[in-house]
């Protein structure tokens, strides 16, 4: 990962990273209305210790959570109730999924969210720094030809999700 415009590269779990931000994004997206805006950003960060952290922040101008959701937004198949929603929200899981592997990876996930007004995660994961050979071949990054000649079969029940994964 590089982050923050400096050049530098970090190694992490890419698996578990995109899983996170793959669950704070979709739900961004589901709650977003059109024309809303959803941000992604990230800095690095030098912590006490002299260690590197990555600091994340996801943002929207969604619908936002209640105080009441918010304290046990991380619980396992916990979802707020939306009156005007009329999508299947899905199953609840995705905030425990991003708590726990925030958790693994010895980081720290806050959010602060109102009612009518949007939603901001930040979340901050420690890094090593990653040695980098400018004279390797780079290896496809997201979005680039990695499935070229393959084929995948995707199963999801969320309109959303499925959009997303396309």
Known sequence: IKCGGTGKAYMLD????????????????KFTPPGGRIT??????????????LLFRASDN????????????YEAFSQEQKADSTDGQGT???????KNLVDLM???????SEKG??????IAIPARRAEVNEKEEKSPGP????????????????????????
Do not use: K, P, W, Y
């Open 62 to 73: 969604g619908q936002g959570m209640s105080d009441e959701f918010q304290r046990h937004m």
């Open 92 to 98: 609840g899981l995705g905030l425990a999924i991003v």
């Open 40 to 53: 992604l950003e990230c800095t690095e960060q030098a912590d006490e210790n002299g260690s590197d952290m």
């Open 117 to 122: 007004v949007g939603t901001v995660f930040n």
């Open 143 to 166: 979005g680039e030809a990695v499935l070229n000649g393959r084929r995948v079969l995707l199963f999801e029940d969320n309109r959303i999700n499925a959009e997303i994964a396309e």
């Open 106 to 112: 010895g980081g720290l996930v806050r959010v602060n």
């Open 14 to 29: 890419s698996v578990r990273v995109e899983q996170i931000f793959f669950n704070i994004l979709s739900n961004s997206v």
